[in-house]
């Protein structure tokens, strides 16, 4: 999570198994364990511990997957958290981090919400404005031109969800967005590294030709 | 387009939120926190008062030799393995219903039903209406296994040759869906931290029951996708078996989950019973794309880079 994936990029084709613990050593595991332990103890500094390190994270990736459904996106993170304090027992740092660990709790509360609410793989309403208005605001200052320079990556975005699996948009958002490595992503989904390579090279594969397609 | 400017595009749609101030979020926590100590606490009384009404009986018959752990645990390991070459048709369900606040056992909603034989056998998971979510199976004789996945409109089939496919339909009977083979209960009842044995009824009919109660395992040893979340909690199984053949003939399990609530859940079997015709011919649905991969010598090992949604029956999977 902390590694630089557009280094990452340049190795595509092999199995990139490094931990992101192995890339930038951040956390070692004796104080995740630390952590599980102080969390255990209902030690309310830990609970912010925990909003610190991973409240953002959490909820970006739950906007990525809800379709930007911010709201929804701020209670998955609330709901990951809380079932994290009620599973705290079940951490092991032997096995995984706690990054990896508190990802795949947040991928079962998204998937929960995904069949519950059998949301619609779009952009949400709130944000399909139309371009032009996009490019105006983007000519009123950095802040504008910012938001348009992502309503038009959030298009593209939309584009490759509606060609691609849940399944490898979920691996293209794990790698790219949340920076994860193969094992690291093979941990969250419970899927083998291998898998993961194939499915996400799949996943690489279709969402070139798809936003080539777009721009020609 | 390179990855590189790939991996732009995903960033840019999504950089880091500016979030509102933790106050849900910490109260969320607390509150969960505050749950789990109550939890544990009152299952840690009730198994203090427990353990001191059965010291105290024990005391009272004068009986000092402790319970026959080994003795249960073989007798489950047996009965897991005792009903190969039968027919079986088998039900899996959840009798009381529930989930933890973060809404995670929707999946446990569908119904399973499984049918095994040495002709074949077959597993369907039906959505609460009763439409056919996913069916996998097996037909011995015409050498093809299936997996139909209804929300991808697709069905893949394996051509197997019949001699692997009629190994695995003999042991399938045992290890239908959720009673697992003696190998696999073997497994299971040495994670298991307690296991213990006593005399009880199934419809009026004695039983053996054998119950199994542990920990649920930690997120990243669990396999079973639906449950890896579900995991720090206690779980007990309650195993029955067939005093006179030996067999398995169901279970009942409870789940003390995290929020305080309590899954029950259980699993039976029937055995030699009549499995109808054609149980073992998959029909797809109209408009469902039919895939073929081939199958390998060995059970399980197809070519899996021909599945589209890259899931093999189960792993190794193959090189590419």
Sequence with gaps: ?216 | MNERELASVLQAAWPMPEVAPPDRALAAMVEAGRSVAEHRSGRRRMALALAAVMGLAVMAMGLVAPTNARRARNLLISAAGAAANMSIVHSWGILVPTHDSAGLLLSGHDSQESWASPEGWRWDICTPGGELRISRGANVAAGYAWWYDAERRKVMVFSVPADVLREEAARRPARSAHLMDSASMQEHVEKADEVSEEEGQVEGMPVLKVTLSSLARPANEDPGEDWRVFAGFDLDEEYYIDPAEGILLGMRGYAFLPSGKTLVWESWSDYGSEIAPGTFDFSPPSGVEVLHADGAGEWGVCDCRRIPWGVPFREPYPSE
Excluded: C
């Design chain 1, 1 to 216: 999570m902390n590694g630089n994936a557009a280094n990452r990029v340049e190795g595509e084709g092999q199995i990139d198994t490094a931990t992101s613990e192995e890339r930038v050593p951040v956390a070692p595991r004796a104080a995740e364990g630390e952590l599980r332990s102080r969390l255990e103890r209902g030690d309310e500094e830990a609970y912010a511990d925990l909003w610190r390190r991973f409240g953002p994270a959490i909820q970006r990736f739950a906007m990525a997957r809800l379709g930007g459904d911010s709201e929804l996106a701020e209670e998955v993170m609330v709901q990951t958290l809380a079932a994290a304090v009620r599973s705290a027992r079940s951490f092991d740092p032997r096995r995984s981090s706690l990054s990896t660990w508190i990802h795949g709790i947040a991928r079962r509360v998204i998937q929960g919400e995904l069949r519950t609410r059998q949301r619609r793989k779009s952009v949400p309403t709130s944000v399909q404005v139309p371009m032009e208005m996009g490019v105006e605001l983007a000519a009123e200052g950095d802040l504008a031109a910012s938001s348009a320079s992502r309503l038009e990556a959030q298009r593209k975005v939309a584009l490759l969800a509606d060609e691609l699996s849940d399944a490898e948009m979920e691996a293209l958002l794990l790698h790219f967005v949340e920076e994860f490595s193969l094992k690291e992503i093979a941990q969250i989904v419970g899927r083998s590294p291998r898998a993961v390579h194939s499915l996400l090279h799949r996943a690489k594969q279709k969402a070139r030709e798809r936003l080539e397609k777009h721009d020609e």
